[in-house]
Nanobody, 116 residues
């Protein structure tokens, strides 16, 4: 099993920046990919960015050019650098770890609020 702990959410004005962190512990070797998802009120959870063990990265179209996902393997941590934030980026952001087998683990979520 993998445990995920997120940090870094908060309140920021439009145009500002935040960095989210997600640290994994437990059966790290079982993780194939890690990603950030978000869920705004009344909307479905959506993928924001994902990075595989091999280093492949993909972003949702809505954040391309503004958000950057990265990782520090020594710290078992994945980051999401969010720049040029917009009010529509307001959501609860969740870290996700995908297993090589099926399934995965979710973090507890961290609130990001962007004021206009």
């Amino acid at each position: 099993q993998v445990q995920l702990v997120e940090s870094g959410g908060g309140l920021v004005q439009a145009g500002g920046s935040l960095r989210l962190s997600c640290t994994a512990s437990g059966s790290i070797f079982s993780i194939n990919a890690m990603g950030w998802y978000r869920q705004a009120p009344g909307k479905q959870r959506e993928l924001v960015a994902r990075i595989t063990r091999g280093g492949s990265i993909n972003y949702s179209d809505s954040v391309k050019g503004r958000f950057t996902i990265s990782r520090d393997n020594a710290k078992n941590t994945v980051y999401l650098q969010m720049n040029s934030l917009k009010p529509e980026d307001t959501a609860v952001y969740y870290c996700n770890a995908e297993y090589f087998s099926s399934g995965g683990t979710w973090g507890q979520g961290t609130q990001v609020t962007v004021s206009s």
